[in-house]
Every structure is written in C-alpha cells, then in structure tokens.
C-alpha cells in the first residue's frame, strides 16, 4: 500500500514554455500533498504544501506565480511550472500524506530540464 | 538554519557488518522522525518511524534509536548488504507539518 505516482518521470522543454507535473497518490486518500526540489547531492527543499481543496502554502522565497499548485482532489495534485527557465531544471518529487497519519510516501520524482 | 542535521556526507561499511547513521536535530518541537532511503533519481522510500514517546523501533535489520535529551537519533542496519548502498535521509515534523530533511548520508555497503 501507500503508493504515490507522478507523471511524467521526465520532461524536457524550452525556455518560456509551462510544464505540468501529475502526483496521484493511488491507494489512499491523500488530504494533503508536498512539493519538494531536489539539486544534485542537496536535500530535499520543501516548496509548497497543499491541502485537498484549498490554496498552497508556499515556503518563503518560492514564487507562487511560478509554480502554481493544484490539489483539487484527494487523489490528485499538480505543479505546473509557469514560463520556465534553465534556472528550474531540477528533480522534483512530490509527497502524500493520510488524513491524520504522519508518514509521508514519496513519488518516484520528475526531472526537468529546461533548455 | 538547518533544524535536522546528518553530520556525515558518507559511510563505508562491510557486508554482514552493521552500519550506524546519525542525524541531530535542534527543534524540541519535533515528534515525530522517519528514515527514508534514496537512491539516484528516484523518489524516497520510507523505512522506519519513531514517535517521540519512545527510543527505539524496530523493523527487521532496521533499528532507530532516539535519545530526546542529546536531540540526537541513530539508524542501525544489521547485517548490512549490498542492496542496502544508498542515499538515506533523515527527517523529522511536528504532527502535521511538513517534514525536514537532513541532507542525507550516503552509505556504502561492500562485499
């Protein structure tokens, strides 16, 4: 059980364009979902946290208007990367989480580059 | 300010022999700390759990230990195997926030 999907696995697009990242969770109901970015051999940086049905938390110095995050059902959250630049190229991972529970399952992460 | 510290970037260790990963953290908030594994481009897998009510669990070769007053916990694996070479992460919340990550130690696991 506890298994969390994301989609694609990997993109590649152009500078200026948007892409969107899927995160289903697919055996569980997940009330909330996490954003995380990871740069080679760094930790994982949280960037936004959201709730079934309502806006993302960002964290401090993430742009909203940049990543926008939707999580419009307890099975479903995206990350769309607005206007992207070379500077985003990065692995991205996305995180589920119970109602109540407090281990989170992790998605096998996207990679993204941006030429 | 990094609350969830892994102070060693790598560990070597022998097959069959037990490996020891350490992570500190600085927030008495927190009480709730998982171990989660990692390798390259892959998401992290969840191992192993402790609540800060207890100061130890165990689940097969995997053992976490908590010592609340040294804000200080450890991940044994014994006996360590090949398959267990990887990136493994520390993290730690208080119930119902996002959880923070140490920046990991990657082990080595020789045969």
């Known amino acids: 059980g506890a298994v969390v999907s994301q989609h694609p696995s990997r993109v590649i697009c152009k500078s200026g364009t948007s892409v969107k990242i899927e995160c289903r969770s697919l055996?569980?109901?997940?009330?909330?979902m996490f954003w995380y970015r990871q740069f080679p051999k760094q930790s994982l940086m949280l960037m936004a946290t959201?709730?079934?049905?309502?806006?993302?938390?960002?964290e401090q110095g993430v742009e909203k208007d940049k990543f926008l995050i939707n999580h419009a059902s307890l099975t479903l959250s995206t990350l769309t990367v607005t206007s992207a630049h070379p500077e985003d190229s990065s692995f991205y991972i996305c995180?589920?989480?119970?109602?109540?529970?407090?281990?989170?399952?992790f998605g096998p992460g996207t990679r993204l580059t941006v030429l | 300010d990094q609350q969830v510290k892994q102070n060693s970037p790598s560990l070597s260790v022998q097959e069959g022999r037990i490996s020891i990963l350490n992570c500190d953290y600085t927030n008495s908030m927190f009480d709730y700390f998982l171990w989660y594994k990692k390798y390259p481009a892959e998401g992290p897998t969840f191992l192993i759990s402790?609540?800060?009510?207890?100061d130890k669990n165990e689940d097969g070769r995997f053992t976490v230990f908590l010592n609340k007053s040294a804000k200080h916990l450890s991940l044994h694996i014994v006996p360590s195997q090949p398959g267990d070479s990887a990136v493994y992460f520390c993290a730690a919340n208080q119930a119902g926030t996002a959880l923070i990550f140490g920046k990991g130690t990657t082990l080595s696991v020789s045969s």
């Open positions: 402790i609540s800060s009510i207890k």
């Open positions: 959201s709730n079934e049905g309502s806006k993302a938390t960002y």
């Open positions: 995180s589920a989480r119970a109602f109540g529970a407090d281990t989170q399952y």
């Open positions: 055996d569980f109901q997940a009330t909330t």
